[in-house]
């Protein structure tokens, strides 16, 4: 892609996977604070697949770990570089113009080829650099 990413925040950009032409919506901070609820969701997820065998009290103790660990900014930065990130992100553009696109078609719609191009358009559109993304727990902004 030789499209400057520069000017792509808060607008979106036209991009080709497989062959078609896709709008990626510019990622909001609904968008993001949505990320953040399923990166924690995933972790919860990963978290009960693995309990049999202990008692409730290291259950709660662990789910509660978990439910209290931030979700901030460098666990983002993280996750939107994992697969399962990225592709959620990629989705919550997509469907946007895309109604009715479920996330496992999204995945399919991804290669090793096309993450390479696609992974800095979703970075560029969601508009944020470290200096402007919130922490989690941290200081409200301030107009």
């Given at each position: 892609?030789?499209?400057?990413l ?11 996977i ?38 409730d ?11 209290n ?5 460098d ?9 399962e990130?990225f ?40 508009g ?16």
């Amino acid at each position: 892609m030789a499209e400057d990413l520069s000017k792509a925040a808060g607008r979106g950009v036209e991009v080709e996977i497989d062959g078609a032409t896709y709008k990626l919506s510019p990622l909001t901070m609904g968008d993001l604070a949505d990320f953040q609820a399923h990166v924690r969701g995933q972790r919860l997820k990963t978290l009960k697949a693995n309990l049999d065998g202990l008692d409730d009290d290291m259950k709660r103790e662990l789910i509660l770990g978990v439910i209290n660990t931030p979700v901030d900014g460098d666990v983002m930065d993280r996750e939107m570089s994992s697969f399962e990130g990225f592709r959620f992100l990629l989705w919550k553009s997509l469907g946007k113009e895309k109604k009715g696109l479920t996330v496992e078609q999204v995945g399919q719609m991804i290669n090793t080829q096309n993450v390479k191009t696609l992974l800095p358009v979703i970075q560029a559109i969601s508009g944020m650099g470290d200096e402007d993304r919130p922490q989690e727990g941290g200081a409200q902004a301030t107009p």
